[in-house]
């Protein structure tokens, strides 16, 4: 009657080993590092930057406890913050041996201290958040005007091209301020330039004036059409940020939008604000230009054209330019590595409507010339693609050259990745000290030790054997629900601390159903065994209900909940989640492993057990 078969037993064994080990990360705390990340989008942190930090690490005596590379950077290990200092100080030099010209970012970190048997598992600790681990938190200002002066400077060009391809002819299209003048010397062309801005431009709002001999169409952006371009602008800011952030290396990022023109930013575990402040405020563009075929590559640089080098295979080559900008980053929709029709590496690229027309009528005009795309960070430009124009296209073409694959990747991720759609200022900073962090942990932990210790003392004295076992049973629903959240990678903040604080006492509320369930059948007359069997099965029904109406209020706080009330929610599901297997499962099978091979039993220790009249 209350014994569970053998796989059912190790089944509940394994999973309550499997927590155990997914557990056992978080307990071991964490270690100065240093992490180094690209500065520059067309810089890689490959094995031979690791090679050379190793190098000169060794060189200086300066010992480290390991290293690990990926899609971050590198991260090295260290026992102590003076050897991460010092280490510090070695790297920059070794990889950045001209300040002012940085390729890497060279920043402090923590990582975990956990052995590597385990990492090797996958059993990696929790994320903190920033009130728990210390680090930086930024207020950004998005700057609206500037995106809207982005958009018009990028209107008047689709203009220009438009008016010129219907052959209306024109005194010139010019911006000034968050408005666009077109200047005519005949009343005619400007009602059939008004005719075609309409067709192609709905989002402007035209108006016409005088202003002396010229006649002048002035066009403004829309209502409405300014509220997408702000709404847009930031939300590409945010995913521009989240590449940057990456990055880092920081477990777990903070990015959202608070307000209309506002970006919150919090980097837990950061500890070089400087750098964190850097990487965040870089202004990264790209930019189609056409190559100057005739400027000498030995001589100086040609008044109509500008010269930036070109990396290929560690090898920098100067390329000269024209200054005319053909079409800017925020034409390009989409970019992915392919291969050409010859099955060579290429770059498939995708262009909106507007940059696919201009693109049309560049390509048109200037077959087997050369046409470059330079990407611009830090105000200093590289190109990253440089290749001839073998036939026309419009939205959708394809670079090629002597590309490899790893080299098509990187370039489709360049394009990608976009820039800033406005500028932004930092209007608030504040940063979090590790010791302050580790104060909010121990207080949280010294919460939730003295709250166990309280809930299992009264279990015990009220309820004796079987106060033991459910407390064995909370014990294994608290090394559950830590070895979920270390599992998914969850971010645990102070509000998490709180919900897991609040989830031991719900979780005790089942156990308490079970036992009083039991005495009641035992009040009954039921015999020992059947009152557990019974106690067990009816007392489901109730935990059930109670625990899916938490489970809804909680989804709510998960479906419309942000920040530490959305932290405060996962906690919290994931928590009535795993008491319920703890309570009725692991519970039952203790109880089983203690009575269920008695086949005469008198009496359960389930404490005082009333009965009417006595």
């Known amino acids: 009657m209350n014994r569970y078969p053998l796989w059912k037993n190790l089944s ?7 927590g155990l080990l997914y557990t056992l990360p978080n307990f071991f705390g964490e270690v100065p590092a240093v992490q180094v990340s690209s500065s520059r989008s067309t810089v ?67 990582l975990s201290a956990s052995p590597r048997w385990l990492s090797a598992l996958g059993a990696h600790p929790m994320y903190l958040g920033l009130d728990l681990r210390g680090g930086v938190h930024f207020l950004l200002q998005v700057d609206m005007k500037g995106a809207l002066t982005k958009q018009l400077d990028a209107s008047s060009g689709d203009l220009r091209a438009s008016l ?82 990456n990055e880092l290396g920081v477990a777990e990022p903070v990015i959202q939008q608070q307000g209309a023109d506002r970006i919150v930013v919090q980097l837990p575990g950061v500890q070089d604000v400087s750098k964190a402040k850097d990487l965040i405020g870089r202004t990264a563009t790209l930019e189609v230009r056409m190559v100057q075929e005739s400027a000498d590559l030995g001589g100086s640089v040609p ?37 050409d029709n010859n099955h060579n590496p290429a770059v498939s690229i995708r262009l909106d409507s507007a940059g696919g027309k201009i693109m049309r009528q560049v390509t048109r005009e200037n077959l087997k010339k050369r046409m470059a795309i330079v990407l611009f960070e830090k105000n200093k430009g590289e190109v990253i693609s440089d290749a001839t124009i073998q036939g026309e296209f419009g939205n959708q073409f394809e670079i090629t050259g002597q590309f490899s694959t790893d080299e098509t990747n990187r370039l489709s991720i360049l394009i990608r990745s976009g820039a800033l759609a406005a500028p932004m200022d930092i209007i608030e900073e504040r940063t979090i000290g590790p010791s302050l962090g580790a104060e909010n942990i121990k207080k949280g932990f010294d919460s939730t030790l003295w709250g166990f210790i309280a809930i299992a003392v009264f279990m015990c004295i009220y309820y004796r054997l079987f106060g033991l076992i459910s407390t064995l049973a909370l014990a294994a629903n608290l090394l559950l629900l830590v070895a979920v959240l270390s599992l998914l990678q969850a971010t645990l903040t102070l509000p998490g601390i709180a919900a897991i604080a609040l989830t031991l006492g719900m979780a005790i509320d089942a156990n308490v159903l079970i036992n009083e369930r039991i005495r009641e059948e035992l009040r009954s007359g039921v015999t020992p065994q059947a009152a557990i069997d019974v106690g067990y ?54 109880t089983n492993f203690v009575y269920g091979r008695r086949r005469k039993l008198d009496t359960l220790a389930i404490g005082q057990v009333w009965k009417p009249g006595v």
Do not use: C, W
């Open 164 to 245: 010129r391809e219907k052959k209306i002819y024109n005194s010139g299209v010019s911006r000034d301020d968050l408005t666009l003048n077109m200047r005519f010397s005949e009343v005619a062309m400007r009602d059939k330039a008004r005719v075609v801005v309409r067709d192609t431009h709905p989002e402007l709002t035209l108006a016409e004036r005088a202003d002396g001999a010229d006649f002048v169409l002035v066009a403004t952006l829309s209502p409405a059409e300014q509220k997408r371009i702000q709404e847009e602008a930031v939300k590409q800011n945010i995913i521009t940020l989240h590449n940057r952030v």
């Open 303 to 339: 008044a109509s054209a500008d010269m930036f080098p070109e990396i290929r295979n560690g090898v920098s080559m100067p390329v000269y330019v024209k200054k005319q900008v053909v079409l800017t980053g925020d034409r390009f929709v989409g970019a992915t590595a392919s291969f």
């Open 44 to 110: 890689k942190v490959d094995s031979d930057v690791e090679a050379r930090v190793m190098e000169a690490l060794t060189t200086a005596r300066i010992a480290y406890t390991g290293t690990v590379r990926d899609e971050s950077g590198l991260r090295i290990r260290f026992a102590d913050d003076k050897a991460q200092l010092h280490a510090k100080d070695l790297i920059e030099k070794t990889l950045n041996p001209v300040p002012d010209d940085a390729s890497y970012v060279v920043a402090l970190n923590l």
């Open 12 to 18: 509940i064994l394994l999973v309550l080993v499997v």
């Open 537 to 590: 099965s009816r007392a489901f029904g109730t935990i059930l209900d109670s625990n899916v109406t938490t489970l809804i209020a909680g989804g709510a706080l998960l479906a419309f909940g942000s920040g530490p009330v959305r932290g405060f929610a996962i906690v919290h599901v994931l928590g009535i989640l795993t008491s319920m297997f703890s309570a009725i499962v692991v519970s039952r099978m203790i």
